[in-house]
């Protein structure tokens, strides 16, 4: 198993520029999160998913998009980045049945100019 | 609103010195309380779940312990190796999935 892969690895965007952050899972994992994480600080949830087709809000939604249409895929679009999204991004994910057990991919870093 | 804070916010050992993390929290209803370890330039790495007050659980020289109001990880005898950032977080309420981390600690273990 490959578990949670992201790509792009590194990414620079200018500001008012758009992209998505890709995020897979081959564990079959219903639960899948996003974060952001930002210098010496811990993780925030952006969106999370319970299963394909239902996502929600985290804690700072704002300036991101989700869908789940998928089990295994879980995209993070940023609508119109600002300097203020410059970040790494980590996605995760968890079986139903150990929610809390979450497996995280390596991290996206963006950085927004 | 859910809120946990850790302490301290660094914490440099020499090799062999026994110490504890404190993860202490504010929620309404919790689900579960889970401590990860992240190093550098990676995503967190699950270490433990805790459920209810009183349990403990261990993995090597890391032992996780739980009170009604906080979490402590004891680290027994630290090697090099353990240096790491550790992560505390909660799960509360209803919302089966949505989690709330605290800042980290980061530990130093110097040979």
């Known amino acids: 198993n490959a578990g949670v892969t992201q790509t792009p690895k590194f990414q620079v965007l200018k500001t008012g520029q758009s992209m998505t952050l890709q995020c897979a899972q081959d564990?079959?994992?219903?639960?899948m999160s996003w974060y952001r994480q930002d210098p010496g600080m811990g993780l925030r949830l952006i969106h999370y998913?319970?299963?394909?087709?239902?996502?929600d809000q985290g804690e700072v939604p704002n300036g991101y998009n989700v869908s789940r249409s998928t089990t295994e895929d879980f995209p993070l679009r940023l609508l119109s980045a600002a300097p203020s999204q410059t970040s790494v991004y980590f996605c995760?994910?968890?079986?139903?049945?150990?929610?809390?057990?979450?497996?995280f991919g390596p991290g996206t870093r963006l950085t927004v100019t | 609103e859910d809120q946990v804070t850790q302490s301290p916010e660094a914490l440099r050992l020499q090799e062999g010195e026994s110490s504890s993390l404190n993860c202490s929290y504010t929620?309404?209803?919790?689900?579960?309380l889970f401590w990860y370890r992240q190093d550098p330039g990676k995503g967190p790495e699950f270490l433990f779940t805790l459920y209810s007050a009183g349990e403990e659980k261990e993995k090597e020289r890391l032992k996780a312990t739980l009170t009604k109001k906080e979490s402590f990880l004891h680290i027994t005898a630290p090697k090099p190796e353990d240096s790491a950032t550790y992560l505390c977080?909660?799960?509360?309420?209803?919302?089966?999935?949505?989690?709330?981390f605290g800042d980290g600690t980061t530990l130093t273990v110097k040979p």
């Open positions: 564990m079959n994992h219903e639960y």
């Open positions: 998913s319970v299963g394909a087709g239902i996502t």
């Open positions: 929620v309404s209803g919790l689900r579960g």
């Open positions: 977080a909660v799960q509360a309420g209803t919302n089966a999935g949505k989690s709330t």
């Open positions: 995760a994910s968890s079986p139903r049945d150990r929610v809390y057990e979450q497996y």
